[in-house]
């Protein structure tokens, strides 16, 4: 069964939250998109055994992206059986799906949300109000990923929510 970082396993199984799982979702710990993917994750791990080992951390949406964030190492296992558990689980909320982990460097992290587009270049700009902005460049997209649908706004608010990194995206040769 994933395990859920704030939500016990009985009360994703059953539905009904206990009172600490009650108070988590209450005070933000937990979202509803949180249960709902849990819920999903839990219906589809009878099929995918590997997703009896996974460690989910939560789910967060912007626009038509779904970003689930997983434990070290469970990228490899919810991308398994030919990236047919991600497509279902895309199916299923109508959403792109998007697998990150928790706990990883900001490069990591930044070539996980751009996947399978490759990151050529991070760079920090100090803004005159003393903000910083980090600057990723990506590699031209090739003729054979023209197809391939990238919503950048939607990934450059998931970076804002999850790291809390403002993002400004390029794309290079």
């Known amino acids: 069964m994933p395990k859920m970082a704030n939500i016990c396993d009985f009360c994703l199984k059953s539905g009904i939250l206990c009172p600490k799982c009650q108070a988590n979702l209450r005070s933000g710990k937990v979202t509803d998109i949180d249960l709902k993917v849990g819920r999903l994750l ?20 912007a626009d038509d992206v779904l970003a689930v964030i997983v434990g070290r190492g469970d990228v490899a296992r919810l991308l398994s059986y030919g990236g047919k558990i991600i497509r279902e689980l895309g199916e299923k909320v109508g959403k ?26 991070i760079n920090t700009i ?22 391939l649908l990238i919503n950048v706004e939607a990934l450059k608010e998931i970076a804002k929510k999850v790291r809390g990194i403002t993002l400004r995206v390029e794309f290079g040769r």
Not at 45 to 56: C, G, K
Not at 136 to 147: A, Y
């Open 42 to 61: 839990l219906s589809l791990e009878n099929t995918y055994s590997p997703l009896q080992a996974i460690r989910f951390y939560g789910a967060l949406e």
């Open 126 to 147: 100090w803004l005159p109000d003393g903000t910083t902005e980090t600057r990723v460049i990506l590699r031209k997209r090739s003729r054979r990923m023209k197809s």
């Open 96 to 121: 792109t799906v998007r697998v990150l982990e928790h706990g990883v460097d900001a490069r990591k992290f930044l070539e996980d949300l751009f996947a399978p587009l490759s990151v050529i270049t």
